[in-house]
């Protein structure tokens, strides 16, 4: 079965700080890993995808699949990047993606 | 384009009484997603559709839970009887063809209070 974890609830760093948040996974074959946000007021929406291989708003994420990891992680935080961040999975793109149960960053100013 | 349209976006009803979400998928996606987003449980994927079809429903809770999708341009979730542990934020998302299923676009939700 699949299964995404994000051991962190809640995560507060200062303004300035890297920040990293973690993701780890269960499942066996090739999996497709994605990070949502969700901002205050504002719908569920797409951050990145592995396969991408991009930086968005100056988030990173490496499929490790040794590790069965896809931390998301972004150098210099921001109080703009203060937001509810799932984690998730799909495999062969259709199955429906499973998410985890999501981290709220809060960036101190 | 208004994105995936949800309603509604508040419900507060009482233990029994029959409970009724509609989404409206964005033009021309074909799948189609309902979520059920808790504290305890975060996003749960409750039904998905394909081109109107019910695909997989096994994360709907029991049956007290059914969704239809009558055509590509709407889709309900009907909750009845309702109970105080169905309180709940319900997602609906759709995601065009040729996105396979991992990038889905999501309405603003409907937030269930049963009291």
């Known amino acids: 079965a699949q299964r995404v974890t994000q051991p962190e609830k809640l995560l507060s760093v200062f303004k300035g700080a890297p920040v990293e948040l973690k993701c780890n996974y269960s499942?066996?074959?090739?999996?497709?890993l994605f990070w949502y946000v969700q901002y205050s007021r504002q719908r569920l929406q797409l951050l990145l995808r592995h396969i991408s291989r991009e930086s968005i708003k100056g988030f990173t994420a490496d499929l490790n699949k040794g590790e069965t990891s896809f931390h998301l992680k972004k150098p210099f935080a921001q109080e703009e990047d203060s937001a509810m961040y799932y984690c998730a999975l799909t495999h062969s793109g259709n199955t429906p993606l499973v998410f985890g149960k999501g981290t709220r960053l809060s960036v101190i100013a | 384009d208004a994105g995936v349209i949800q309603s509604p976006r508040h419900e507060v009803t009482e233990m029994g009484q029959e409970v009724t979400l509609r989404c409206k998928p964005i033009?021309?996606?074909?799948?189609l997603f309902w979520y059920r987003q808790t504290m305890m449980r975060g996003l749960e994927l409750l039904i998905y559709f394909n081109n109107n079809v019910p695909i997989d429903d096994s994360g709907m809770p029991e049956d007290r839970f059914s969704a239809k999708m009558p055509n590509a341009s709407f889709s309900t979730l009907k909750i009845q009887p309702s109970e105080p542990r169905d309180s709940a934020v319900y997602f609906c998302a759709s995601s065009p063809r040729d996105r396979g299923t991992g990038e889905l676009f999501f309405g603003e939700g409907s937030r269930l209070t049963v009291l």
């Open positions: 033009s021309g996606h074909n799948s």
């Open positions: 499942y066996s074959g090739s999996p497709e």
